[in-house]
C-alpha cells in the first residue's frame, strides 16, 4: 500500500538515509495523500496504461501510479535517491527507474522500447526551473502521448491557458494549445509539500489533440516566428521577425504576410491568436 503521503512517513526516509534536500533540483516533495489521490485520479491512469514520471523524489508519487498503472518508467536525476526509491518501491514489480536527467533522455526510443511505441501517460510533480523545456521536448520530439498530468507553478498554469490580451499569453501557451488541451485540474497550496515550496501550484492536465486545431504548412516555421515575436515582445512584429537571426525574410515580405492575413502592419505579435500565427507562417513559408 501507498505509505509514503505524509508528513511523519516522509521524514522517517529522509532520516533513515540521512539525505539533503537539493534546492538546484527542485526538491519539494508532496506530504497530502488526498493531493496524490487527485492527482492519480486527474491523470486517469488505468491497469491498461503504461505511465511515465518525471522525477519520482523518495516514491511517493510513484507508489500510488505503481498501484493504478500497468508499468511505470520513473526518471530521477539525483543519484542519492536511486538507493531510496530500490527501498520504497520494493513491494512492486510494475516499475523501472532509470537514474538520469530527462532532459538528456531520448523519451522516444525509450517509448518505442519499452511500450512498443504505443502513447504513454506523462505523470510529474517537476521542478519549476524546467516545465517549459520538458513539454515542449515532449512535444516537439513527437514522442506518442496520450496526456500529460503536472503540478506547476501556479502562475505557469495560467500562462498555459490563456490566449492575446493577457500578460501571460507568450510561446508556451501557443505551444501548448497547439499540441493539447489544457485544463487545470487542482490548486495545490504550499503546504502540501516538504519543503513548502514559495508559491502555490497547480496540477494541469494537457491532453494531446487527435488532430491539430489549425492547418499549418511548416510546424518549425511556425514556431520560429512565434518565439521571435515574443522574443521582443515590446517591438512591431515586423521588428521582431526582421530581427530573429532563426529567420530570414525581409521587411518587405513580412509586411506583405501580415497584411495578407488581414492584420494591421504594425501590429504586436502578442495580439495575434494561434490561427493567426498558423496563417502567417503559411503564408510566409510560401
Ligand atoms: N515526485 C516527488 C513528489 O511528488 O514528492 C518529487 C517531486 S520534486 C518537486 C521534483 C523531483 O524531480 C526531484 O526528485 C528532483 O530530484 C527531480 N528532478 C529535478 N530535475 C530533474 C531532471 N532534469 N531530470 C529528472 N529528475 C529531475
Given at each position: 500500500m501507498a505509505y509514503l503521503g505524509t508528513p511523519?512517513?516522509?521524514?522517517e526516509v529522509i532520516n533513515k538515509y540521512s539525505f539533503a534536500f537539493q534546492k538546484k533540483f527542485g526538491q519539494n516533495f508532496l506530504i497530502d495523500s488526498n493531493v496524490l489521490e487527485n492527482i492519480v485520479e486527474a491523470a486517469g491512469i488505468t491497469k491498461d496504461d503504461f505511465v511515465l514520471e518525471i522525477g519520482p523524489g523518495i516514491g511517493t508519487m510513484t507508489q500510488y501510479l505503481c498501484e493504478s498503472a500497468r508499468q511505470v518508467l520513473a526518471v530521477e536525476i539525483d543519484k542519492m535517491l536511486i538507493p531510496i526509491l530500490e527501498d520504497?518501491?520494493?513491494?512492486?514489480?510494475?516499475?523501472?527507474?532509470?537514474?538520469?536527467?530527462v532532459l538528456k533522455v531520448d523519451i522516444k526510443s525509450l517509448v518505442?522500447?519499452?511500450?512498443n511505441g504505443r502513447p504513454i501517460k506523462v505523470v510529474a510533480n517537476l521542478p519549476y526551473y524546467i516545465?517549459?523545456?520538458?513539454?515542449m521536448g515532449l512535444f516537439e520530439s513527437k514522442v506518442p502521448i496520450e496526456s500529460i498530468t503536472i503540478m506547476v507553478q501556479k502562475e505557469v498554469a495560467d500562462r498555459m491557458q490563456t490566449g492575446p490580451g493577457s500578460k501571460d499569453y507568450g510561446a508556451l501557451s501557443l505551444a501548448v494549445q497547439y499540441y493539447a488541451e489544457a485544463k487545470v485540474m487542482l490548486n495545490?497550496?504550499?503546504?502540501?509539500?516538504?519543503?513548502?515550496p514559495n508559491v502555490d501550484s497547480a496540477v494541469i492536465k494537457l491532453t494531446r489533440h487527435q488532430e491539430s486545431p489549425v492547418?499549418?504548412?511548416?510546424?518549425?516555421?511556425?514556431?520560429?516566428?512565434?518565439?521571435?515575436?515574443f522574443n521582443q515582445r515590446r517591438k512591431t512584429l515586423v521588428n521582431g521577425l526582421k530581427n530573429s537571426s532563426e529567420l530570414d525574410f525581409s521587411k518587405e515580405e513580412i509586411t506583405e504576410a501580415i497584411k495578407s492575413i488581414g492584420k494591421e502592419e504594425n501590429i504586436r505579435?502578442?495580439?495575434?491568436?494561434?490561427?493567426?500565427?498558423?496563417?502567417?507562417?503559411?503564408?510566409?513559408?510560401?
Open positions: 511523519g512517513a516522509t521524514k520504497t518501491l520494493s513491494e512492486y514489480d510494475n516499475v523501472e527507474v532509470i537514474n538520469q536527467d518505442e522500447e519499452k511500450n516545465t517549459t523545456p520538458i513539454i495545490v497550496s504550499a503546504t502540501c509539500f516538504m519543503p513548502r492547418e499549418v504548412k511548416d510546424e518549425s516555421l511556425m514556431f520560429r516566428i512565434i518565439k521571435a515575436s505579435g502578442e495580439k495575434l491568436t494561434l490561427e493567426e500565427f498558423a496563417k502567417l507562417s503559411n503564408a510566409l513559408g510560401k
